[in-house]
Structures are given as structure tokens and as C-alpha cells.
């Protein structure tokens, strides 16, 4: 077997393994909201109550075999299900494409997972669950003892992003910044240190600026915004691209 045909073979299944992983974040994001267990209760239609089968729950291509309509009422299926399991089945791909076949690459495979779901949840509902930020911070501390002699900049980045946003949520009284903002910052700083928190944090005000800033004028979106999941974008820069990025722009100086 020659090596490309081992890469393709190595990405085809850790795709495989991403749409896997989506389709449980998918019964997250439906259930997190709303308090119910996303270990207890049987996926079900959100229509007419069938209760799925195994062969309707095989993520992507159920979907694709059933035309996007449940078995039983025929009632298109919300695209977030494929969207979702489809994303992060690539942003797998995509992680150890950039980052190599190492432990940090599975490590920023469970963090963007845990990014894509407190994304699509805040964005509808203007909350970051606690729980999403306490998988976050577990990962943080798992990464923090495999770089332990690196401790210094993960302990500053746990403090640092984290601290302005706590300074400007006491003095807006939670109106510019949420608690959840605060935390997801704390938990992401203590995984990727504090540079790349302080380049997250930068990247995510701007994006957010800009395409806030579009839809309140396409679709007169009002002031309020989801911070989260621009957040979760200048996050994810950050842990892929956020080293050569400082290197380039520094080097501009």
C-alpha cells in the first residue's frame, strides 16, 4: 500500500468518524436547550413522534435516502442535521490535515465539535451552555499536562481574554457581553494559550462586527448578537492558522 493511499484511507475514516460525532451533536443542540436527556430519550421526528431506526440515524446518507422527509409523515428534515454532521466531519479532515497525526489534532477535534454546538445553540437561543465550557476547560487541563512545561501561557491565557470580557460584562451589567462569553473564553485559554486566545478574541469581535453589521442592514437584524459563535470562529483561526498568522503579521513590523 503505497503511503497516499494510506492518508486517503486514514482521512476517509476520521470523515466517517466526524459525521458520527455530528450526528450526536445534533441531539445536543436539539436537547440541551430544552433540559431534556440526550442519553435517555430515543431520537424521534420532531412532526409526528416516529421513533427512528437505526437504519434512519446513519448520518448523512440516511438523510440523503430518505430525500430530507421523515419515513412515516413525509415532513422535510431541518438541513442543520446533514449540515451539521457534514462540517464536522470535514473539520475533522481538515484538523489533522493541518496539525499532523498527533494527540493535539484529536484534542482541537473535540474542541471544534464543542464549538459547533455551543454555536448553533447560541445563535438561537443567545446562551452558552455551562456544561459545553466545562468539556472545554477538561480539555484544556488534559492539553495543559501534555505541554506541562509550557504551563506559564496556558495559565495567562485562562486569565487573560477571559478577565476584559469579565471587566466588560461588571460594567455593562451583561449588556455588551454574556457570562457564557466569559467562561468559553477562560476554558478556550487555558487550552490554547494566551496569544492565541488574545488572536481569537480579536478575530471574533471583527467577524461578528462585520457580519452583524451585514445583517442588520439585509435583514434588519436588531443590536443583539450571539457572541458565541464568532467566538468559536476566531478560535478556530486561531488553533490552525494563528501561529504562521502572528509570524506573518509581525514580520509586516
Given amino acids: 500500500m503505497t503511503i497516499e493511499l494510506y492518508h486517503l484511507i486514514f482521512y476517509i475514516w476520521i470523515f466517517l468518524f466526524g459525521i458520527v460525532i455530528g450526528s450526536f451533536l445534533n441531539v445536543c443542540i436539539l436537547r440541551i436547550p430544552s433540559g431534556e436527556s440526550i442519553a435517555k430519550s430515543r431520537s424521534h421526528c420532531m412532526n409526528c413522534g416516529y421513533q427512528l431506526k437505526w437504519y434512519d440515524l446513519i ?68 446562551e452558552i451552555p455551562f456544561g459545553i465550557n466545562v468539556f472545554i476547560f477538561v480539555l484544556g487541563i488534559v492539553h495543559l499536562l501534555l505541554h506541562i512545561s509550557d504551563w506559564k501561557q496556558y495559565l495567562i491565557g485562562f486569565i487573560l481574554v477571559s478577565g476584559i470580557f469579565e471587566i466588560i460584562f461588571l460594567a455593562s451589567g451583561g449588556r455588551a ?44 437584524e436588531g443590536h443583539k448578537l450571539a457572541m458565541g459563535p464568532y467566538l468559536a470562529v476566531g478560535i478556530f483561526f486561531a488553533v490552525l492558522w494563528g501561529e504562521p498568522f502572528l509570524i506573518w503579521y509581525f514580520g509586516l513590523f
Avoid at 190 to 219: D, E, F, N, P, Q
Wanted: glycine share 10%; hydrophobic share 55%.
Fill in 59 to 126: 448520518p448523512l446518507f440516511s438523510y440523503l435516502f430518505l430525500g430530507g422527509r421523515c419515513r412515516r409523515c413525509k415532513e422535510p428534515i431541518s438541513l442543520q442535521y446533514p449540515i451539521v454532521e457534514g462540517v464536522n466531519g470535514f473539520l475533522y479532515v481538515l484538523i489533522f490535515f493541518v496539525k499532523g497525526w498527533n494527540l493535539d489534532a484529536a484534542i482541537y477535534c473535540l474542541l471544534v465539535s464543542a464549538l459547533l454546538t455551543l454555536s448553533v445553540i447560541d445563535f438561537r437561543t443567545y
Fill in 177 to 220: 457581553i454574556g457570562g457564557g462569553d466569559v467562561k468559553l473564553m477562560a476554558a478556550a485559554g487555558l487550552l490554547i494559550g494566551w496569544k492565541m486566545a488574545y488572536l481569537a478574541m480579536v478575530a471574533g469581535c471583527v467577524i461578528g462586527s462585520v457580519i452583524h453589521l451585514i445583517r442588520m442592514r439585509i435583514t434588519k
